[in-house]
């Protein structure tokens, strides 16, 4: 269990600690020599069964505050210190205050200084912790009364803790592991040490990991070479315990600072922008618009601006409920769902705010739409479940399911858990309602229906062109999945390489037919480079406009291509070629064009400028997709069939 102090300046935070655990947190000479916590310390201390209480002490300075949010987050119990000669005073207050914001329920309040004061005043002490806490997380968390120096009352305190850790459910270990960085120093022999608290997962010495966010280098991969769990050595540790990592990788103590995470690399997902839930405290003014804030979220403090999305302003205590809004950042953070941060005002003099991160996705447009505004009301709930139904009804092309597990840092098993408890069905990264999917099957039926109205005279529809008609955002794997579906079931059917329903034949009129076959053999004579429209009409004297719109109509009856700009290839040639390329593929893993050229022209012949427009043309049409100079078969081009029925 991971204790954390909190309290006013020289209430005796680090001297009650060093009382329970024997250790001196204050660790910096200056610290000593000046007799006050100025960063965070920390101290551990065994229990009878194994375990290793730790505690983190944290400074008690009004301009000190971001280091106590660094240290505050992530921890189990709140050891809450008030001197009884001060009583509660105005970092008592504010630490109370920050507290309660990161919803931090479990803890004690140590009454110190107990020697110095009379039973009268030690009660008054008592009666103003009581006020204090009502209406708080703390709100009913027992006093003790104590000297930290002579040790009166501190076993009782000891004794609390000791049977709170012994209740003390350890957190899941479930999720990918994303620690958070308080500190990062050297040592010789050993190298780059980073600590801090395990947010989620589970870590493993030549566990390899990202620290993020990146640099001007983008992020550094590191790997464990060793690893501390609660100032003991380990061969893993996991969430909810403190652990000093040594790491191994291109990257020095400088290149590292708090407020950066070490993550699995699935985690590595760097933002400027997150949507949350966020609350302003009963004592602090109402919060407008376009705020302007510091952020401390985990060991983090970055400035940014806080967009309301759901409201104008935000009324302070119960009167201002819960509001929704997107926090902008200056500079990148990590954050996932459930992070739970504060907001202070620009000049970090005053407390704003407090809120939890629902979604680090966040969409540029239509953000105070109806429909966003309940999807993140749904977000809202503990159970994923009903935010994930909700975003796929409403989600007609899917939901990224990878998107939305690292959002909530689901690892594999309960991602697929969870897509088995809504009912998803799974295509790819993609994931669909069965009423959504039977949508996209009505979708694409009612578009080739159209088509074949408005060009009867089409065999039908390429399947790209058919793919985003059907739905321009559907991602291609759900495409080819539906197509297989509807065909298996017989309401669609596929001649070469279009797309139609079973009951639609393109026809060609009987002068056209006549024509085109006396014009044919010209281009069947060069098959892989056929002559253009002009150069047809200069061999037979047709007309070049009647070789123009012969071509387009035979074309939209299936029996050509136009592969460039009035240059036409029969089905035939450009089966042949299909084969050809994925031939290349297989062999080189891609299509070039000097390769194409030399496999149809013979090595060294000319024709690089039609084997470029032939591999165009695979790309346009989505046989292959273009990868700087290279061309590579899709993975649902084996559906492609180029041959003449």
């Not at 500190?183 to 980073?194: C, E, K, Q």
């Not at 427009?613 to 084996?638: K, M, P």
Request: hydrophobic content about 45%; proline content about 5%.
């Amino acid at each position: 269990m991971l204790i954390g102090t909190a309290g006013h300046i020289d209430h005796g935070k680090t001297t009650l600690v060093k009382a329970l655990t024997g250790v001196d947190a204050d660790r910096l000479p200056e610290e000593k020599a000046r007799g006050i916590t100025l960063d965070l310390g920390y101290a551990y201390s065994p229990l009878p069964e194994g375990l290793v209480l730790g505690f983190i002490d944290v400074p008690g300075h009004e301009k000190l505050i971001h280091n106590m949010l660094a240290g505050a987050t992530g921890i189990d119990f709140v050891l809450l210190v008030v001197a009884a000669d001060d009583g509660p005073m105005p970092q008592t207050r504010e630490h109370l205050e920050l507290v309660d914001l990161l919803g931090l329920a479990r803890g004690a309040v140590a009454l110190t200084k107990c020697d110095r004061v009379d039973a009268a005043r030690v009660e008054a002490a008592q009666r103003e912790i009581s006020e204090l806490l009502a209406g708080t997380t703390l709100a009913g968390s027992p006093v003790f009364p104590l000297s930290a120096i002579s040790g009166d009352g501190v076993p009782a305190l000891r004794a609390h803790i000791e049977a709170a850790a012994a209740q003390h459910l350890a957190r899941s270990s479930a999720g990918r592991f994303r620690l958070a960085i308080d500190r990062a120093f050297t040592l010789s022999g050993v190298g780059t040490v980073v600590t801090g608290t395990v947010h989620a997962g589970k870590v493993s010495r030549g566990d390899t990991l990202l620290i993020s966010p990146p640099g001007q280098g983008g992020p550094m991969r590191a790997r464990v070479r060793s690893l501390h769990v609660q100032d003991r050595p380990a061969e893993s540790g996991q969430a909810g315990e403190r652990c000093a990592l040594a790491l191994s990788g291109d990257f020095g103590k400088a290149d590292i600072a708090r407020g950066m995470w070490v993550v699995a690399p699935e985690l590595h997902q760097p933002l400027t922008r997150f949507h949350a839930e966020i609350r302003v405290p009963a004592n602090q003014p109402e919060l407008e618009h376009w705020h302007a804030v510091h952020v401390h979220l985990a060991a983090s403090d970055v400035t940014g601006r806080v967009a309301l999305l759901d409201r104008a302003k935000v009324s302070p205590g119960a009167e201002g409920g819960i509001a929704l809004a997107e926090i902008s950042l200056d500079r990148e953070i990590l954050a996932l769902h459930g992070d739970r941060f504060v907001l202070r005002d620009a000049g970090a003099r005053r407390t704003v705010a407090g809120g939890r991160v629902l979604d680090i996705f966040p969409p540029t447009r239509h953000k105070r739409a109806p429909a966003r505004l309940a999807l993140l009301a749904a977000m809202r709930d503990d159970d994923p479940a009903a935010a994930l139904g909700l975003l796929a009804e409403r989600s007609p092309a899917g939901v990224d399911l990878p998107r939305f597990a690292i959002n909530l840092n689901l690892d594999d098993e309960a991602a697929q858990a969870l897509w088995h408890r809504v009912g998803l069905r799974v295509i790819g990264d993609t994931g669909f309602l069965a009423a959504g999917w039977a949508a996209l099957r009505s979708r694409l039926l009612d578009a080739l229906a159209r088509e074949h109205e408005r060009a009867p005279d089409m065999a039908g529809v390429e399947r790209e062109r058919l793919r985003r008609m059907t739905l321009t955002t559907l991602p291609p794997a759900a495409f080819e999945a539906l197509v297989d579906e509807l065909t298996a079931a017989g309401d669609i059917a596929q001649t070469r390489a279009w797309l139609h329903l079973p009951t639609h034949r393109a026809s060609v009129s009987a002068a056209d037919r006549g024509l085109f076959e006396a014009l044919k053999p010209l281009l069947d004579a060069q098959r892989y480079n056929p002559p253009r429209v002009r150069d047809v009409f200069k061999a037979t004297g047709t007309p070049e406009d009647a070789v123009r719109q012969l071509f387009r109509r035979i074309a939209r009856a299936g029996e050509l291509y136009p592969v460039a700009h009035d240059h036409y290839f029969t089905a035939a040639a450009v089966g042949e070629l299909a084969a050809i390329v994925a031939d290349l593929g297989a062999r080189q893993g891609a299509a070039r064009a000097a390769d194409l050229r030399d496999a149809i022209y013979g090595e060294g012949g000319g024709g690089r400028k039609v084997a470029i427009q032939i591999l165009e043309f695979f790309d346009r049409v989505g046989y292959t997709r273009r990868v700087r100079d290279d061309h590579v078969l899709r993975g649902e081009s084996a559906q492609h069939d180029w041959t003449i029925t």
